[in-house]
């Protein structure tokens, strides 16, 4: 089972290098021992001291590190340096060929997040949900009215929460594409962009972004003193704890989307209508 350390910013925290493992301590209670090999991916938020001997221990284990700011933005991502380009990486400039592949991946893209949109509504609307959405489809913009209308009323609060939220899920979308062999920054819909094909899957599971937002706005751990000082440990705690909650069915849904990656591959390398070459 893939486990997440999650670190915030703390005076009393203290973390050292020890062999293939880091030792946690938090003032008075007792150290606590982490095999490196059992961390699947780490999260830094806030300042922290930290010995660079950690980095390179989780690098070296193919460990991807997101750094967030106190209002949950993104800093950085460490990750291990390779000599070579990812094992896949020739094959997925197919989708780059031409503006028929580069329209091929974006209906692929658009299809699959209106799939999580239908289910994040549901959810969301339960009974209210209309019908039509599922009958006739959904279209972005009443998708993004709903959420728009769901979070007005937080909305510095909601975005400070989907900030941290979505450098979540980037990492554990960076952890999958590594595990695959495949470029993380070869995308398509954010071309030439750092991580650009891990944004392109993080677009279409957005939706699962928002109603996690959305369902931390409606619980007692966010304050209305979030906008001006930040995500809170204690905040930043229950957004961690929501989304390890939900991590297998996100991983399980991460891993489909891969597999529908691969398989348009191979159709279109098969295939060979690559259209007009850029």
Do not use: W
């Not at 991502?77 to 028929?100: A, G, I, M, N």
């Not at 997040?113 to 209309?130: A, G, T, Y």
């Not at 937002?213 to 619980?219: N, R, T």
Request: proline letters at 3%.
């Amino acid at each position: 089972m893939e486990k997440t350390l999650y670190l915030n910013e703390s005076a009393t925290l203290h973390i050292i290098k020890d062999g293939p493992s880091i030792v946690v301590k938090e003032g008075e209670k007792s150290a606590r021992r982490v095999p490196a090999r059992m961390i699947q991916r780490v999260v830094i938020v806030g300042n922290m001291k930290l010995e660079s001997g950690l980095i390179t221990l989780f690098t070296q284990n193919n460990i991807p590190v997101t750094f967030l700011d106190k209002r949950g933005n993104q800093i950085a991502v460490t990750l291990p340096c390779r000599q070579y380009l990812p094992e896949h990486y020739q094959t997925q400039k197919v989708f780059l060929e031409s503006d028929y592949t580069i329209r091929r991946f974006m209906t692929f893209l658009r299809a699959y997040r209106q799939k999580v949109q239908v289910d994040v509504l549901k959810r969301l609307l339960k009974s209210q949900m209309p019908d039509k959405y599922i009958t006739v489809g959904l279209r972005e913009e009443e998708y993004q009215q709903t959420i728009d209308s769901a979070s007005s009323r937080h909305r510095g609060e909601f975005q400070q929460i989907h900030n941290a939220i979505s450098a979540i899920f980037l990492e554990m979308v960076v952890s999958r594409l590594i595990a695959a062999n495949l470029d993380p920054h070869l995308g398509v819909m954010h071309r030439r962009r750092d991580f650009g094909l891990a944004l392109d899957i993080c677009h279409v599971l957005g939706p699962e972004m928002d109603i996690q937002a959305i369902q931390c706005l409606g619980g007692k751990k966010v304050s209305g003193h979030q906008t001006q000082h930040g995500i809170s440990s204690e905040e930043m705690k229950a957004i961690a704890v929501r989304f390890e909650n939900r991590k297998e069915v996100l991983i399980t849904m991460t891993e489909h989307i891969l597999d529908g990656i691969f398989e348009l591959i191979r159709e279109l390398r098969i295939s060979g209508e690559y259209g007009i070459t850029l």
